[in-house]
């Protein structure tokens, strides 16, 4: 028991610094090696917990997911509209995309078990999303007479493409989001909806 124990122990301490290498200076630029150093454990320590970068990449991605999942979860229980919900969405969002090298998003299409996780995620979601968005229609927030799987492909088609053209670059992967994610929204959301968000953008853009 006490030998699991240290195991996961150690497992979460791998975590936690490769997730702050990752993001701070891209996939491709941190080498096992440097994780172990930055440890203080020998390269064969780490490969006992871990066989190869891309495992330990999945590991890391899956738990920051986790993560952002359990505080959007925790907020939204607090009674919150669908807006407010949206709003902090895009808070944590933001937070996470500035706090990011662009490195590690561009770095990620190099490794397809990451890759296939977060269709697998997106895919497993769709039901709740499309529960999330039936109640923003029936609490007066969101227009109903829109195809929403359409604007679902249309969104995250943009962000995938649209978001990496070159001369886009320039206003920075935060800039891109926030606008992508407003046009988006604020062309689904009713009059009562328009109101409440810039009210609420309002106050996170002055966080």
Sequence with gaps: ?????????LKDRIKKTASEMFFKNGIRQ??????????????????????????????????NNEE?????????????????????????????VGNVNPCFFEDLHGYSNVLDYLHNEKEKNRKQQRKFIDKAI???????NINYDIVD??????????????????????????TIIMVFLRGICTQKGVEQLDALMKIIDTQ
């Design 1 to 9: 028991m006490q030998y699991n124990s240290h195991k996961q122990e």
């Design 138 to 144: 029936s609490d007066g927030y969101f227009i109903g």
């Design 68 to 96: 952002n999942v359990k505080k959007l979860t925790a907020f939204a229980s607090q009674g919150r509209t669908v807006i407010e919900i949206l709003a902090e969405f895009y808070r944590l969002q933001m937070k996470r």
């Design 153 to 178: 492909e249309m969104l995250t088609s943009i962000r995938d493409n649209v978001i990496n053209v070159e001369n886009l670059q320039k206003y920075g992967k935060p800039e891109l989001l926030r």
């Design 30 to 63: 941190v080498r096992m090696d440097d994780i172990a150093h930055n440890l203080g454990i020998s390269k064969r320590t780490l490969y006992e917990i871990y066989d190869n970068k891309e495992q330990l990449l999945l590991d890391v991605v899956t738990y």
